[in-house]
Nanobody, 115 residues
Framework: QVHLVESGGGVVQPGGSLRLSCAYS??????MGWYRQAPGKQREMVAT???????NIAHSVKGRFAISRDAANNTMYLQMNNLTPQDTAVYYC???????????WGQGTQVTISS
């Protein structure tokens, strides 16, 4: 059974930083990524990383966010710096099974940027 546990969300002031974590189990992962959904908006890709470590960062967060993975500990991270109110959203972890190509989603973690 696949389990994804996200953590690290919270409330920070503009210009602050947060690091999100996504711990996964029960799955052999190929690609992984972070997505976000703000109120009234569609879910959008924030950053993805392949099994080989190739990353793809959304233009809106490029230079501020970084995605990484620790395969030994089955964890993916999203380091978010210089946060703005426009980054406020629920952030979701997504993993793709290497064996079935099926997508799995975490429960989401709220990130709020507010002064």
């Amino acid at each position: 059974q696949v389990h994804l546990v996200e953590s690290g969300g919270g409330v920070v002031q503009p210009g602050g930083s947060l690091r999100l974590s996504c711990a996964y189990s029960g799955i052999i992962v190929s690609n992984m990524g972070w997505y976000r959904q703000a109120p009234g908006k569609q879910r959008e890709m924030v950053a993805t990383i392949t099994s080989g470590g190739t990353t793809n960062i959304a233009h809106s967060v490029k230079g501020r966010f970084a995605i990484s993975r620790d395969a030994a500990n089955n964890t993916m991270y999203l380091q978010m710096n210089n946060l703005t109110p426009q980054d406020t959203a629920v952030y979701y972890c997504n993993v793709v099974s290497r064996t079935t190509a099926r997508n799995f989603w975490g429960q989401g973690t709220q990130v709020t940027i507010s002064s």
